[in-house]
């Protein structure tokens, strides 16, 4: 079951945290999340699993920024949002997808007990120009049923921005 956004509103505080919270980007079953102004970018053509990939920031200046196509920008919301008892989920808005800008292009799935800021993997198209602090992408919530063990994982918990790749650091512990 998707909570509404009336109940969303009544577990702010409790088992769900969005800050800064404004009522304007409450929607009927979900909320709105905006972009933040930093973009991530990697510097390289060839990625690698296995390493730290190396990438430059970008800052996403009012007049707005030109994302070219066949490149991953890494780019995150304005808000902090925490989730306990509901899984959270992540769907671009589709006032974006109409663009041909897609938000996530494969990790539209939180976990229970997730802290933190949500890295938007953004692809787009064809060429689009975008602003800072748009509302680009919704957050909705699900119901979870039997016994569960919250998200511990150290590699994206209590992030402070947007977060690259963290994969590298599975293969070190293999």
Known sequence: ?????????KELGKDIIIEPFSKEQLNPNSYNLKLHNELLVYDEDILDMKKKNKYKKIIIPEEGLKLETNKLYLGRTVEYTETNNYVPMLEGRSSIG??????????????????????????????????PYVDICQIYYHDIHGDYDTYNSGKYQN????????????????
Not at 110 to 128: H, N, R, S
Request: charged share 20%; hydrophobic share 40%; net charge positive.
């Open 159 to 174: 992030n402070t921005g947007i977060q690259p790749s963290l994969l590298y650091k599975d293969f070190k512990s293999k």
């Open 1 to 9: 079951m998707i909570l509404s956004g009336r109940e969303i509103e």
């Open 98 to 131: 109409r663009l041909g800008m897609f938000i996530h292009v494969t990790a539209g799935f939180g976990d229970v007990g997730f802290k933190g800021y949500w890295t938007l993997e953004i692809f787009c198209v064809q060429p689009i120009i975008i602003y």
